[in-house]
T-cell receptor, first 115, second 112 residues
Framework: NAGVMQNPRHLVRRRGQEARLRCSPMKGHSHVYWYRQLPEEGLKFMVYLQKENIIDESGMPKERFSAEFPKEGPSILRIQQVVRGDSAAYFC?????????????FGPGTRLLVL | GNSVTQMEGPVTLSEEAFLTINCTYTATGYPSLFWYVQYPGEGLQLLLKATKADDKGSNKGFEATYRKETTSFHLEKGSVQVSDSAVYFCALSDSNTGKLIFGQGTTLQVKP
């Protein structure tokens, strides 16, 4: 039973390039959450998606960041025109529902480094 | 708004010592509470959870009790091991969307 998969595990981009991060949830899970962990900080919620719908994007920066979770395929977090401040670890988590008592299962993360 | 506060680290203990990591929260409604652990270079793993007041979550010798009256969810272990060295995160879940709100994390170092 495969867990949450993320790729790539490490991503290096130069300022101004685009970063595309992928997340495949656990089998049977249709709820995906993205979190960002800045160096020496805790995790901050970014966006919550269900299949083909963004439910809560209150933690997403207003510009350059977007997310999707299509009917088929992985969830994608896209960062356009990256800046050095985007360097962080990006984690996705999946769960079978959005009930507050539901456990979220985390992927290994994508560590983005912007040069 | 909802928030979680953890004791600052790092916490350095000798093997077999008693561990307490304090966690307090502010929330509307009745959230579920979680402890996650992160080993170097890895993602987060659920350590334990409690979904209502007075519930005790436990796993691998770790325990935490959901205290509504003190809005706390302190993590304890009676005898730590070197392999427990990691970063520990306390979190609560939003009642509407289930999104997690994390504390800042506490680094635990256990020395032999």
């Amino acid at each position: 039973n495969a867990g949450v998969m993320q790729n790539p595990r490490h991503l290096v981009r130069r300022r101004g390039q685009e970063a595309r991060l992928r997340c495949s949830p656990m089998k049977g899970h249709s709820h995906v959450y993205w979190y960002r962990q800045l160096p020496e900080e805790g995790l901050k919620f970014m966006v919550y998606l269900q299949k083909e719908n963004i439910i809560d994007e209150s933690g997403m920066p207003k510009e350059r960041f977007s997310a999707e979770f299509p009917k088929e395929g992985p969830s994608i977090l896209r960062i356009q025109q990256v800046v050095r401040g985007d360097s962080a670890a990006y984690f996705c988590a999946s769960s079978p529902s959005d009930r507050k008592q539901e456990t979220q299962y985390f992927g290994p993360g994508t560590r983005l480094l912007v040069l | 708004g909802n928030s979680v506060t953890q004791m600052e680290g790092p916490v350095t203990l000798s093997e077999e010592a008693f561990l307490t990591i304090n966690c307090t929260y502010t929330a509307t409604g009745y959230p579920s509470l979680f402890w996650y652990v992160q080993y170097p270079g890895e993602g987060l793993q659920l350590l334990l959870k409690a979904t209502k007041a007075d519930d005790k979550g436990s796993n691998k010798g770790f325990e935490a009790t959901y205290r509504k009256e003190t809005t706390s969810f302190h993590l304890e272990k009676g005898s730590v091991q070197v392999s427990d060295s990691a970063v520990y995160f306390c979190a609560l879940s939003d009642s509407n969307t289930g999104k997690l709100i994390f504390g800042q994390g506490t680094t635990l170092q256990v020395k032999p």
